[in-house]
């Protein structure tokens, strides 16, 4: 079992930033990806970056390559994501996951490969 718990979305301006918190507990975080989906009002939830813990590797969605940085500190248990330069379509719910995958077939199969969710924080970037 692994439990996650985000934090971090508010409101922002347009080109403002934000960044958002995943506190990890659990099982032996080593052997998962986490990772960060949104869901904006009547869409799906799609990824949006995925770290692996054991060794950092990391992948974006083309929509925030370059705008969003996903990181983690070993020490906390804690992944974050940096958005910056944030747009209004960056609206949405943000939810950090966790999955036993790698990176790579976290952003090509998405949900799919989650085995635990967080409760979800909301981002909403104001015109």
């Known amino acids: 079992q692994v439990q996650l718990v985000d934090s971090g979305g508010g409101l922002v301006q347009t080109g403002g930033s934000l960044r958002l918190s995943c506190a990890a507990s659990?099982?032996?975080?080593?052997?998962?990806?986490v990772g960060w989906f949104r869901q904006a009002p009547g869409k799906e939830r799609d990824f949006v970056a995925a770290?692996?813990?054991?060794?950092?590797?990391?992948g974006y969605a083309d929509s925030v390559k370059g705008r969003f940085t996903i990181s983690r500190d070993t020490s906390e248990n804690t992944v974050y994501l940096q958005m910056n330069s944030l747009k209004p379509e960056d609206t949405a719910v943000y939810y950090c996951?966790?999955?036993?995958?790698?990176?790579?077939?976290?952003?090509?199969?998405?949900?799919?490969?989650?085995?635990?969710w967080g409760k979800g924080t909301l981002v909403t970037v104001s015109t």
């Open positions: 659990g099982a032996t975080l080593s052997v998962y990806v």
């Open positions: 770290i692996s813990w054991s060794n950092g590797a990391t």
């Open positions: 996951a966790a999955g036993l995958t790698t990176v790579r077939t976290m952003g090509l199969q998405g949900v799919r490969r989650v085995d635990y």
